[in-house]
T-cell receptor, first 116, second 114 residues
Framework: GESVGLHLPTLSVQEGDNSIINCAYS??????FIWYKQESGKGPQFIID?????DKRQGQRVTVLLNKTVKHLSLQIAATQPGDSAVYFC???????????????FGQGTILTVHP | GAGVSQSPRYKVAKRGQDVALRCDPI?????LFWYQQALGQGPEFLTY????????KSGLPSDRFFAERPEGSVSTLKIQRTQQEDSAVYLC????????????FGEGSRLTVL
């Protein structure tokens, strides 16, 4: 993923709307992907993961879609709530050179703001 | 403990000072990672331990950075002769897996070098 410095993409939604956050990953050899949520002053919190042998995985209110052809990952949040406001990061496990132990490369974050 | 614990939460150092950051992972977790997160960016990998063995230190920015996990539990990240560019949040994460899986992150140690 690319770093965009201080100018993170932003997404503003109304409470109750569905949110879609997108991520382009860089390594076609990556076989494991995770979405993390990071609130101000806290560490990243696991949301959902997906392995490369799948193209969709659903959790509670969240769905991750993986398109390996174009190296694209998305996170869909249903019925977004104010508590969902945070920075969201995608991460990939490059799985090259013996990194199958889970070394993650994080993509650019997206700031999600949910208005009541 | 219930989660990954890091200390100190905040550290202010004068340029040239040495600092030590501590990570107490979730009990029983084999894998331990250190990441560095600059303001407005995603975390960047620094180093990885499997039990007490440091299997990957390719992300350490310079030889001023040193990490250890002598008994396969608590880990310390040491930065010698701190520079202003070392200012960042240092995140520790642990996992019970030795293969790719969910990482549990601590809240981080915010280092500010003046």
């Amino acid at each position: 993923g690319e770093s965009v410095g201080l100018h993170l993409p932003t997404l503003s939604v109304q409470e109750g709307d569905n949110s879609i956050i997108n991520c382009a990953y860089s390594n076609s050899a990556s076989d494991y992907f995770i979405w993390y949520k990071q609130e101000s002053g806290k560490g990243p919190q696991f949301i959902i993961d997906i392995r490369s042998n799948m193209d969709k995985r659903q959790g509670q209110r969240v769905t991750v879609l993986l398109n390996k052809t174009v190296k694209h990952l998305s996170l869909q949040i249903a019925a977004t709530q104010p508590g969902d406001s945070a920075v969201y990061f995608c991460a990939e496990n490059p799985n090259a050179g013996g990194t199958s132990y889970g070394k993650l490369t994080f993509g650019q974050g997206t700031i999600l703001t949910v208005h009541p | 403990g219930a989660g990954v614990s890091q200390s100190p939460r905040y550290k202010v150092a004068k340029r040239g000072q040495d600092v030590a950051l501590r990570c107490d992972p979730i009990s029983g977790h084999v894998s331990l990672f250190w990441y560095q997160q600059a303001l407005g960016q995603g975390p960047e990998f620094l180093t990885y331990f499997q039990n007490e063995a440091q299997l990957d230190k390719s992300g350490l920015p310079s030889d001023r950075f040193f990490a250890e996990r002598p008994e396969g539990s608590v880990s310390t990240l040491k930065i010698q002769r701190t520079q202003q560019e070392d200012s960042a949040v240092y995140l520790c994460a642990s996992s019970f897996r030795t293969r790719a899986g969910e990482l549990f992150f601590g809240e981080g140690s915010r280092l500010t070098v003046l």
